[in-house]
């Protein structure tokens, strides 16, 4: 399977998925009588749709959640699968019911290590969320448990493998997933020798949430963002600087950021993979670091689907059709898609020692979690690019920025937090600390990475949400509410954006734009 056509998509099972749901149950449960009939996983679909959760890639099924709504004083206490189960293997589903229960969480072999179950699982804490349901329960084989049966009680079992002393492929699973066993269920699925007809009783508990009308399709509400202020440190090799990307993604995956962010030019320390004689050749230092641009951006779209974190890859030197030299943001969807935002004011030190170009279109990326525009370091300073973006609905703004002076970083930080104001958005600011005097054009960092929100009673007294110690590598997070901009748009102590007098003036992008897209003249 290659990733560059690897394409994602989370969406409710149809009855038409039937052939390929088959062959998928038949593949997992050869040991417990293979695949629901037809007629079941029709009546599933047509009585709880929601509840059916699939991710296709490319149209063919690779990941399916079965669930049914159940009563939670019912199926809380002790029960067996049967109980589940009726006339002609019809799957009891309680449109009355207060609780979720899984049935059946099945990946396709060749996409293990994708991480695709626990983003079934987070489909169905959303769904619970929306529906307004008490909780997910759920029965859990314990198919390693045949292997340590002779030695240790199923209590025992469980406790170790909470423990993570005993790694079992499914509980081990799901207490990842904040599920907690709630008790041991004797006799659940009698045929299961591997677990000995022992299951756990799993649950996961709901908390208040506003219901959503289909959370497959609703906007999100809540968005947290994850971002590293990232130390320039010299690198042996890729592998490495890759292995120190990666370190930090799956960190910032650990505490579910929906956003992982760089800062601008972070890979620029693989410069010091030539002598120091090569580097006084500035121009051809820069060209030296877009030969792995290319690998990078196949390496952090891996790391996107694989983590299920969209990440902002700061920037990097790409080479263009037309051979020049352009600093481009890439933003990696975690369900394989990938955009990219050149920077379109450059720096006279980027024009004069790299040769860098300035690029010619500016958007807003939809993603999964909200719709987001990002401006390169000093692009933030120039308030029409933020304005046009807010035009197109913007909830966050990306500022990936490199400063080396105190005075560089303040000008990037206020611009960052008047566009927070003037804009009524999020502004995400991420850089990089540290020194690096033995390669060219490294030499000094100042960074205070940081959230600035709008200024209003909803928000921060100060505007800023969150912010680093300076000059220190760090990660930080914050949780960004969206519907919170949508009140004070609407609703705040002043109205930037509403209140703008277009019949004395107005904005727009040049006509020559059209022709890569980008067209803002709305």
Request: aromatic content about 10%; overall charge negative; glycine content about 6%.
């Amino acid at each position: 399977m290659s990733l560059e056509e690897l394409h994602l998509n989370l969406r409710n099972l149809t009855s038409d998925d039937y052939d390929q749901l088959k062959t998928l149950m038949d593949a997992v449960y050869h040991d417990i009588g293979g695949a629901w009939p037809r007629h079941t996983i029709d009546k599933l679909i047509q009585e709880f749709p929601d509840g059916q959760i699939a991710i296709e890639d490319d149209g063919h099924l690779v990941g399916v959640a079965l669930t049914v709504q159940v009563d939670y004083d019912e199926f809380s206490n002790p029960h067996k699968y049967d109980d589940l189960i009726g006339h002609r293997e019809i799957i009891l589903n309680n449109e009355e019911g207060d609780a979720m229960y899984g049935l059946d969480v099945l990946i396709h072999p060749d996409y293990r290590g994708y991480r695709l179950g626990r983003r079934l699982y987070e489909a169905r804490k959303e769904l619970c969320r929306s529906h307004n349901l008490r909780a997910i329960l759920a029965g859990g084989r314990i198919p390693e448990y045949y292997q340590h049966a002779d030695e240790l009680t199923p209590a025992q079992y469980i406790d170790k493998v909470s423990r993570k002393e005993i790694y079992d492929p499914i509980l081990s699973f799901q207490l990842a997933n904040d599920f907690q066993v709630k008790r041991l269920l004797r006799k659940y699925l009698p045929e299961d020798e591997q677990s000995r007809g022992y299951a756990t009783l799993l649950e996961w508990n709901n908390i208040l949430f506003e219901p959503a009308e289909n959370v497959l399709d609703t906007r999100p509400t809540q968005v947290r963002v994850g971002a590293v202020q990232w130390q320039m440190r010299e690198f042996s090799s890729v592998e490495a600087a890759l292995q120190q990307i990666e370190y930090f993604v799956d960190a910032l995956s650990d505490y579910q950021s929906d956003f992982a962010v760089f800062p601008e030019l972070f890979t620029t320390p693989l410069m010091g993979l030539q002598d120091r004689t090569a580097q006084q050749d500035q121009r051809g230092s820069i060209r030296f670091l877009a030969s792995f641009t290319e690998r990078f951006k196949a390496e952090l779209s891996r790391m996107a689907v694989s983590y299920n974190i969209n990440i902002v890859g700061g920037s990097m030197i790409e080479v263009g059709e037309d051979d020049r030299l352009y600093n481009v943001s890439y933003l990696f969807h975690r369900d394989g898609d990938i955009d990219k935002q050149a920077k379109l004011h450059i720096t006279p030190q980027e024009r004069r020692d790299w040769v860098i170009e300035g690029g010619d279109n500016l958007q807003v990326f939809d993603t999964d979690a909200g719709r987001v525009g990002i401006l390169i370091c000093y692009d933030v300073e120039f308030p029409e690019l933020g304005r046009l973006l807010a035009d197109q609905d913007m909830d966050i703004l990306f500022v990936p920025f490199w400063t080396d002076t105190k005075n560089g970083y303040l000008r990037v930080r206020h611009c960052g937090q008047a566009r927070a104001i003037e804009n009524e958005c999020y502004v995400v600011l991420c850089g990089s600390v540290g020194n690096l005097p033995s390669i060219e054009s490294l030499d000094i960092q100042y960074a205070q990475s940081a959230v600035f929100t709008p200024s209003d009673f909803a928000f921060p007294h100060d505007a800023v949400l969150a912010e680093t110690t300076p000059n220190t590598e760090m990660i930080f997070f914050s949780d960004l509410d969206l519907t919170r901009l949508t009140i004070v748009r609407a609703e705040g102590s002043v109205t930037n954006l509403k209140d703008r007098r277009k019949d004395l003036f107005d904005l727009r992008w040049r006509d020559w734009s059209l022709k890569s897209g980008a067209n803002l003249d709305e």
